[in-house]
């Protein structure tokens, strides 16, 4: 039998807590170790229950959560930290971000996305939620890639370059599929043709290639459009 993720919650909100810890542990198929609100008891509860991963809230009362992170990080501790906050704004990604989390996601996230995001990162995948997907590609923009990632796009068909458009403005497949007249397997299925072709490891890096390549969502089907038309 595979072991359950432990995880940890930091949030000084009771009910949060509360809620977080039914929804992984009952829906999740997580173990919740250890939950406080209470900043001063997170390195002491990380050492004694070693958890696999840290769900950590932005927002406390006492101390930021970046300011926990830190002072995690400066004991030797090296848990992942996922965090999980009401924040969406790109400054406090950003920063979370520089201090090495593996995840950002938001409360008002639908519960699955919650239960699917944390069990990735607890497999070592970068999370980042659908809703921040565009401010996550304009943090770790590089620029164009040129005619190496024209020729990828063009590798694309029609129906999927459609697809990554979609993608790249953060929207789930439920989304995609309703918006496309298509079904939900179908869009799993393109969205998987895309990952192939483009060497891609997830829907997070799916945007940031797209936005690196056309520096706008809107341009991703375009682009593809005009390298179609140049190898034809």
């Known amino acids: 039998m595979t072991a359950k993720t432990r995880v940890m919650l930091v949030d000084d909100h009771a009910l949060c807590r509360s809620g977080l810890t039914e929804l992984l542990q009952h829906r999740g198929n997580m173990d919740v170790v ?5 900043p001063a008891q997170v390195v002491p509860m990380l050492r004694e229950y070693q958890p696999d991963l840290m769900v950590l809230d932005l927002r406390l009362a006492k101390i930021d959560g970046l300011s926990v992170l830190r002072m995690i990080r400066a004991e030797g501790c090296e848990t992942p930290v996922v965090i ?11 920063a979370a971000l520089r201090a090495g ?30 809703a921040m997907m565009l401010k996550f590609a304009q943090i770790l923009q590089t620029g164009p890639k040129g005619s190496v990632m ?4 063009a590798s694309l068909t029609e129906r999927e370059r459609e697809v990554l458009d979609h993608v790249a403005r953060g929207q789930s497949n439920k ?19 895309i990952m192939d072709k483009l060497n891609l ?6 945007a940031v290639f797209a936005f690196e390549y056309s520096n706008s969502p809107e341009g991703v089907k375009a682009a593809g459009d005009i ?6």
């Open 175 to 193: 989304v995609i599929a309703k918006a496309l007249t298509i079904s939900h397997n179908t869009v799993k299925m393109h969205v998987r043709h």
């Open 101 to 130: 989390v593996r995840g950002y996601l938001l409360k008002d996230m639908e519960p699955e996305e919650v239960i699917d995001a944390i069990g990735r990162a607890a497999r070592g995948e970068m999370v980042v939620a659908s």
């Open 34 to 38: 250890v939950a406080t609100g209470d």
């Open 227 to 232: 390298n179609l038309k140049v190898k034809s």
């Open 84 to 94: 999980l906050t009401m924040s969406d704004s790109e400054d406090d990604m950003s």
């Open 201 to 206: 490891r997830s829907r997070v890096e799916a």
């Open 150 to 153: 024209g020729s990828l796009v």
